[in-house]
């Protein structure tokens, strides 16, 4: 097959998308600066029968491989670009078998006229490609390169830990026009293979306010993961020299010690970790962590109390290695903490600490305490901790945190509630949901309370709570807002009348399942509940319309499927295994 027989088609990206498990209207109704705060918490309703589909399986053309190395080695840049381009996102997608790819792409590389934007996604193909045998034409184009093209090569030859570029990283040192791009890549490449020649250089540059701090900086991180004993005066001396560059001379000699240990090493660094500069305390403190969490303890306040989060978060992960009830109690109030990374931290190690007995008291106790206060993260966090434990005494409080300001805190607690299954508390989430519901119903609005609404519908069903089977199905039509409250709604039902066939139901939910002509088709999360809820209730009178649309097409057409073999015991047809061809490459084949 010639050049001029394939087509030139539009690359179209793949694209991945996740389930949102927080409604989208929740987010929309916070406040501001707040959106990335709401917790992702589980839908049973998802899992509760688990539905699969048709597996799909993708296959590429045969001829793309020839069809693109003869691309590679058309005079057109651009026609070179793509083909490069092409075997990358090929070969991440699964595409392999490219044992003559790697030798041609190398040597359109190495051609001393190519174009450098060729030279570039060249390099990248054979990174992509994992070829390390290509590691020497890698170095050389590192070398005579853009500094863009060496900021690609070189860390891959660092991951590869490829020896030889040594003697290339020990001459930019002492380059005196060299980039500090290409200066910072050399000093980290020489620490990742560990050459101690490097390290009286290195301390030259750390040392020197010639060299800017960012450089500076750098020189003296490889210096401490080459050398990790010996620089204590060094360190010293350059952290009490203000003469130029005082804080990046600081935070130079914080860097020199940060594989350091020994008694003095020791006491540089503890009195380091309580330095007003926090970037200066956070080394320090990592370090003294990495040692011994105890050597924290003596400005353990200080630390929690720091307006950077590394440095709490350092504090908090020392309290976490030493969990005796004092540093637990120390540990909770960090469930507040406005970093998201650092209360979950806390809450995690909570949850670790409460599998040991002697302190599972202890930490329901501090959940209790945090439900029970006005700071609006931690109870948020209390929440996830009250299901984690099954702390069914803190349901009360959950309650009432149903009517909090914040979407963070109310979907949390309907998330919790519904884990803890206290059948005392239904009436007053019952209650909840139908003022939620009153206040939902007019088009054109933001539904905030969607989230916590599917959260309470599912626990409803879950707990087989009939008085909620009137509003459970106002939710069934179209005209309820919500679409997650409405999928959990006839989820719910199902439960509600699982092997209980109600006639009046079942023709609803036949409606929502067979929705599919009108503009818009009814939702495909409602419709595979309705198919799931036709089989709880065992709806004999609907098998042929589940039959019409039984298939592994997709949830709802599977959700068929399972709703058949619930009905009649009939056994559920092996899964089926599709093929797609991978098609919208630069250039590929005609198809026959």
Not at 169 to 176: F, G, S, Y
Not at 181 to 207: F, S
Not at 290 to 300: F, S, T, Y
Not at 342 to 371: I, K
């Amino acid at each position: 097959m010639r050049f001029r027989d394939f087509r030139i088609v539009g690359l179209r990206r793949a694209r991945e998308y996740a389930l949102l498990v927080v409604s989208l209207n929740a987010i929309a109704a916070m406040p501001a600066g707040a959106a990335d705060e709401l917790p992702q918490l589980d839908v049973a309703m998802y899992d509760d029968p688990k539905i699969e589909t048709t597996l799909i399986t993708h296959f590429f053309p045969p001829e793309l491989r020839s069809l693109w190395l003869e691309a590679l080695s058309r005079p057109e840049a651009d026609l070179k670009r793509q083909a490069c381009d092409a075997i990358v996102q090929a070969h991440e997608a699964g595409m392999s078998g490219w044992p003559d790819a790697a030798e041609r792409i190398a040597g359109e590389m190495a051609r001393p006229d190519q174009h450098p934007v060729v030279r570039h996604t060249a390099a990248r193909a054979l990174i992509a490609l994992g070829a390390r045998q290509r590691a020497p034409a890698l170095l050389e184009q590192s070398k005579t390169g853009s500094i863009e093209l060496a900021q690609l090569i070189d860390p891959v030859l660092m991951q590869w830990e490829y020896e030889p570029a040594r003697e290339l990283w020990l001459a930019r040192l002492d380059e005196p026009d060299v980039s500090p791009r290409l200066l910072i890549l050399a000093m980290q490449g020489l620490e990742v293979l560990q050459i101690g020649e490097a390290a009286d250089r290195l301390l030259e540059i750390a040392k020197s306010p010639q060299a800017g701090p960012s450089v500076r900086i750098e020189a003296a991180k490889a210096l401490g993961g080459i050398r990790t004993s010996g620089l204590e005066s060094e360190a010293r001396a350059l952290f009490n020299d203000r003469s130029q560059q005082p804080l990046a001379n600081r935070l130079a000699a914080a860097w020199m010690l940060a594989e350091h240990d020994g008694d003095e090493a020791r006491t540089i660094l503890s009195e380091w970790s309580v330095h007003r500069e926090p970037t200066i305390a956070a080394v320090a403190l990592r370090r003294l962590l990495q040692i011994d969490p105890e050597l924290l303890m003596p400005a353990i306040e200080q630390t929690l109390s720091s307006t950077d989060n590394n440095v709490r978060e350092l504090g908090a992960r020392a309290l976490a290695a030493l969990p005796s009830e004092l540093n637990l109690r120390r540990l909770a109030p960090l469930l507040d903490d406005p970093q998201p990374a650092v209360r979950q931290f806390v809450r995690q190690a909570l949850t670790d600490a409460a599998s040991n007995t002697d302190r599972n008291g202890l930490v329901r106790e501090l959940c209790m305490e945090s439900l029970a206060g006005d700071a609006w993260r931690a109870q948020e966090q209390a929440a996830i901790l009250a299901a984690e434990l099954d702390q069914k005494p803190g349901a009360d409080r959950l309650v009432e945190l149903l009517d909090s300001e914040r979407p963070e805190v109310y979907i949390t607690s309907a998330w919790a509630l519904r884990k803890l299954a206290v059948a005392a508390t239904l009436p007053a989430m019952y209650s909840k949901a139908q003022r939620l519901a009153g206040q939902i119903g007019q088009p054109g609005r933001l539904y905030p309370g969607d989230a916590q609404l599917c959260q309470l519908f599912q626990a409803f069903g879950q707990m087989k709570y009939k008085e909620a089977d009137p509003l459970l199905q106002r939710y069934i039509s179209r005209g309820a807002r919500g679409i997650e409250s409405r999928t959990a709604a006839v989820w719910a039902l199902g439960l509600l009348y699982e092997d209980n066939l109600d006639g009046d139901l079942a023709r609803k939910f036949y409606e929502r399942l067979t929705d599919t002509d009108s503009v818009p088709p009814e939702d495909s999360r409602v419709r595979r509940m309705a198919a799931i809820g036709l089989g709880r209730m065992k709806a004999e009178p609907y098998l042929g319309a589940l039959r019409s649309y039984a298939s592994w097409r997709d949830t709802p057409e599977a959700a068929c499927l399972w709703a058949l073999h619930r009905i009649t015991g009939e056994p559920m047809p092996e899964r089926e295994v599709g093929e797609q061809r991978v098609t919208g490459w630069f250039v590929e084949p005609i198809p026959n």
